[in-house]
């Protein structure tokens, strides 16, 4: 294992100030460049099969078809210019396309396994896969004009099997949670290994860093909750299943609310618990999804329904029972309840000025776009034929994006078209 240099110093707050949480002192290990090629457009094999017909009341504006079989996930750019996005899936590949035109720009291989994660860094300059095969394959863009030409950067491996991949909200460090009970904190683009995490007991199945970028929240299937400082292999808390008030039955999801001092954690129960991060205390019980086996909370975020983002917050979750359950943290009510006809897989909340907007995604098909202030229901998106496994924004809120088992991605305007029914860039 070769040192690192103690000269480079990882700013990966994006401020410049002295609020540095992790330099090259915390890397474990370097990950040497494999000497992959720049990728070209369109780069490699075969297509997958071929992707189920849309019905016939779809109102959808652009289509992506190349994967053929289940893509498991989407992710626009996080630019609101790019109007591209990454998808993962059953084909164990990943495509960067266009989603004004549905054409491919780089076909992503090298995955022995269904690629399940694929995320865009904060500024969109790298973007990850992940898979069942246990790799996390990155590339990055060549040059600064257009976002058409991409090279691969490095392999990076340790997950038996990669559950999940985020990137740090204002750095370019990534992890990644394992199958094996283990997370992987890299730096990037140099692919060194900046700690491995050896707290959990089960499958780490959701993860998150607080949006302030300090700390890391993640989760598993044997329903622990633990809270880390990134700099230390140690856990600041612990949350068990062993404390009756916790047991979750499995963690499932989770969320943290935009002031970085709560989490909202999801159950394989269908129960809903808020955790001080502060104090590293149950604060919490929210009780309005159907709970018992066979129900679970499969997605948590937050919304802005008053403009206000240093407050407790307003939680968002879904759940198997088809609700998605507004909560207002500040008193643990439940603000509204809203339907699908099935599972809730994804839930949205575009920025602002459209924050106040709710996306949810859902097994029976559809996506629907509401506002959470009131809870009416403004639109529903439809096309998919299947399940919708993973959704996601683009255009800086403007689009929707969802990715099916019917082997599409699809594309939908959160406003209306223009008069040739074009998705606005």
């Not at 998808?87 to 590949?93: A, K, N, R």
């Amino acid at each position: 294992m070769s040192e690192p240099s103690h000269q480079e110093q990882l700013d990966i707050t994006g401020t410049g100030d002295d609020e540095e949480f992790l330099t090259s002192d915390d890397v474990l290990e370097e990950v040497d460049d494999d000497g992959d090629h720049q990728m070209d457009e369109d780069d490699s094999d075969e297509e997958g099969g071929e992707p189920s017909q849309p019905p016939a009341d779809s109102n959808f504006e652009q289509s992506f078809s190349a994967h053929g079989n289940s893509v498991f996930t989407v992710s626009g750019h996080p630019s609101p210019s790019a109007p591209i996005a990454v998808s993962g899936g059953e084909d164990d590949l990943g495509y960067i396309w266009d989603i004004t035109d549905g054409e491919v720009i780089v076909k992503l291989s090298g995955h022995t396994d269904s690629v399940t994660s694929a995320s865009w860094s904060h500024d969109g300059e790298m973007v990850a896969t992940g898979g069942m095969d246990g790799k996390v394959r990155v590339w990055k863009r060549v040059g600064t004009d257009g976002w058409r030409q991409w090279e691969f950067v490095t392999e990076l491996t340790g997950p038996d099997e990669v559950m999940f991949l985020r990137w740090h909200p204002k750095g370019n460090v990534l992890l990644a949670g394992s199958n094996d009970g283990t997370l992987w904190l890299w730096q990037l683009p140099s692919g060194n290994t900046m700690q491995v995490f050896a707290g959990h007991s089960g499958p780490v199945q959701t993860g998150e860093f607080t949006p302030d970028g300090k700390r890391i929240v993640t989760a598993d299937g044997d329903g622990n909750l633990i809270y880390w400082d990134p700099r230390s292999p140690t856990p600041v808390f612990k949350l068990s299943s062993s404390d009756g008030r916790f047991n979750l039955e499995g963690i499932t999801s989770l969320g943290i609310n935009p002031s970085s001092t709560l989490a909202v954690v999801g159950g394989m129960n269908g129960g809903i618990r808020v955790v001080s991060l502060a104090k590293g205390q149950l604060v919490g019980t929210l009780s309005g999804h159907s709970e018992g086996e066979n129900s679970s909370i499969e997605a948590v975020t937050f919304v802005d329904v008053g403009g206000k983002s240093d407050g407790p917050g307003v939680a968002v979750t879904g759940g198997t029972d088809g609700k998605a359950c507004i909560w207002d943290l500040a008193t643990m009510r439940l603000r509204a309840t809203l339907e699908h006809e099935d599972a809730i897989t994804s839930l949205l909340t575009p920025p602002s000025p459209k924050s106040h907007t709710l996306i949810s995604a859902s097994a029976d098909k559809t996506l629907k776009v509401w506002d959470a202030r009131t809870g009416n229901l403004l639109r529903t998106l439809k096309g998919h034929s299947e399940v919708i496994n993973s959704a996601s924004l683009g255009l800086g809120g403007d689009v929707v994006l969802g990715a099916s088992d019917d082997g599409l991605c699809l594309v939908w305007t959160t406003e209306k078209t223009d008069e040739n029914g074009m998705v606005p860039v």
